[in-house]
């Protein structure tokens, strides 16, 4: 796939010239209600391009302002579990590489499996582990994208991550920090599964985000990522777990989610990163 070409038609549309892409999850989409001068493109108007087909996943670009910085959002996400490829659902993140995008904001709704989590926490991923049992690399290496064999050592960008935990500090945001396992769903988990996600160093438990980081490790973008914990990962509480509830909390959170991204995008200004 020619990503250069579709990031090429995607910026025809708008006069921004996009340095930070955010990725947002299930019942986060509305933070590209704050853009200004926003442009979207449709996943639908890019032929070769999965579909989302997710409740709360619009399955758009949107291009605009947001904070005085050049952004791109995707609103909507592509899931392994919807029965795209792993090669499909990283492949916007080439598509950013190509638009000139240096930052990269990934955030997603998962489940605690720390126990001093509580819904409604956010959390910052400081590492991850990737459960779903493949990589989005493989197949034959672009390697005008990256290695062969990309290091993994420090997915997140440790000094921005830095500033946005002292400045959220300075607004009494409360940020948690923690590992994300990714697991393909899109059955949620089991009890027993919990318990062993828990011994593998896991805090919190989603299906989205690792393919995303793996790419964007690969490509060599500067990445932060954080977590609404919309539950309590299955058999923590008694209690069913349901995707309605998962949205719900997301949209409580929005407030505090906003102030995040903002302090992060403000951390890009501060910081030479
Ligand atoms: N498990 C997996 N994915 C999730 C969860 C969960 O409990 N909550 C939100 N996404």
């Known amino acids: 796939m020619d990503f250069g070409k579709i990031a090429k038609k995607i910026l025809a549309k708008s006069t921004v010239k996009p340095n930070i892409a955010l990725i947002l999850g299930s019942g986060l989409g509305y933070l590209t209600e704050q853009f200004e001068d926003a442009v979207s493109v449709n996943y639908r108007e890019i032929n070769a391009f999965p579909q989302s087909t997710v409740e709360g996943h619009k399955g758009r670009f949107v291009i605009g302002r947001l904070n005085g910085r050049d952004v791109i959002a995707m609103d909507g996400r592509f899931h392994y579990y919807e029965g795209h490829s792993l090669q499909d659902v990283v492949k916007p993140i080439y598509i950013f590489k190509e638009m000139g995008v240096e930052h990269l904001i990934v955030t997603n709704a998962a489940g605690g499996v720390n126990r001093s989590f509580v819904p409604g926490d956010i959390v910052a991923i400081t590492d991850v582990i990737n459960l779903g049992f493949s990589n989005p690399l493989v197949g034959p290496n672009r390697k005008e994208y990256g290695a062969r064999f990309p290091d993994m050592s420090s997915v997140i960008n440790k000094r921005w991550l830095e500033v946005v935990i002292n400045n959220s500090k300075r607004v009494n945001i409360d940020l948690k920090q923690g590992t994300y396992i990714f697991v393909t769903g899109p059955s949620y988990e089991t009890p027993a599964e919990i318990k062993a996600y828990e011994n593998f160093g896991a805090d919190m438990v989603g299906m989205s985000t690792v393919p995303e980081l793996i790419a964007a490790s690969h490509c060599k973008l500067n990445i932060l990522a ?48």
């Open 226 to 273: 954080f977590s609404c914990i919309t539950n309590m990962a299955s058999g923590i509480l008694e209690k069913k777990l349901d995707h309605q509830e998962v949205v719900a909390t997301a949209q409580k959170v929005r407030s505090k989610f906003s102030k995040v991204v903002t302090i992060a995008l403000n951390a890009l200004k501060e910081e030479k990163l």
